[in-house]
């Protein structure tokens, strides 16, 4: 009978562990280094893509609509790995929830704020770490197969005028082909009267966004700012379902011609912030939250980034 001692160590003996390869701290750290870096690169090519092709500006825009708390390097970092992306967490965070990721998953990365810092010249800076997150639609959640469902036409209507920062008054001398119009000498909105229920919401959330970006000094120049106004009709209109069908973005490229894409990256979060303004005390407001919970659950998604500082 052979002798099976060689399978058991003496007492004085140290026990061989199983992973004999100790942890390297500065190649992990270099990992990680190498992820963001490969993140921030995904940033920066995916706004230089945006602006080059209004198919795909349009496509951004969709993923701002439906995730309205993300930053812009979010969006595109969305737009990028899981554009059709509709409510989204960790693993962790799922788990809580009741839900499982399902097999052969890969999830995606967006950028989380981290610790605050403090830089050579004496400013403090956020420091960015990346958090892996997945879709309701890679988990065995049975909610991601609900059906849309929105507020009537008057409710939502009502829900947008709520958030105007000057008064909107029916008018009957607008010019032919207008059916809304931002006046910055008087700072108020007019709008035509006997329109339908979706005129009214598209013409109305257009001049809204004029209004809102119309600081009062007297030196607002409509034409500056028709191309974020018309992005912010746009988001919104998806957020309380109203029709696009009649929006285009073809122009995009040479609206944003010539830009970096750190440039294009200020324009997006100007579209970004004057929308934002209609989004404030939403959880208040039934209305904006029956309409946007209905449209693509942001509000039960999970956002990081509630404060200011986020990378822009």
Known sequence: ??????????????????????????????????????VYSMIENTAEDVARDGVKFQSYLDVQ??????????????????????????????????????????????LEPGDEYRRDDGTVGISYNLKKMFDISQTGNSRKRETSTYPDDRTRIKALMDHAPVPICISDTLPEGTNALYQPDTREIQIRKGMDAGSI????????????????????????????????????????????????????????EGMSAKEIRAELSAIRETAGDFWQDETDDCAVSAAKTAGAGTLGGIAYERRKGAYP
């Not at 060689?6 to 992820?35: I, M, T």
Request: charged share 30%.
């Open 201 to 256: 919401f598209r013409a109305l959330s257009q001049e809204l966004a004029h209004a809102e970006m119309d600081t009062g000094d007297g030196r607002y120049r409509r034409s500056d700012h028709t191309f974020h106004a018309y992005c912010v009709s746009y988001i919104l209109c998806k957020q309380y379902g109203v029709d696009t069908s009649g929006y285009s973005f073809d122009r995009t490229p040479q609206v944003l």
């Open 65 to 110: 609509s439906r995730f309205d708390h993300y930053s812009v390097a979010n969006t595109l970092l969305i737009l990028s790995q899981k554009p059709d992306a509709t409510r989204i967490a960790d693993f962790d965070t799922w788990k809580e929830q009741g839900a499982y990721i399902r097999k052969k998953e890969t999830g995606f990365y967006i």
């Open 1 to 38: 009978m052979g002798s099976f001692d060689d399978l058991f160590h003496y007492g004085n003996e140290q026990p061989v562990s199983r992973n004999s390869k100790s942890f390297d701290k500065e190649a992990w750290k270099k990992q990680k280094q190498e992820q963001r870096e490969m």
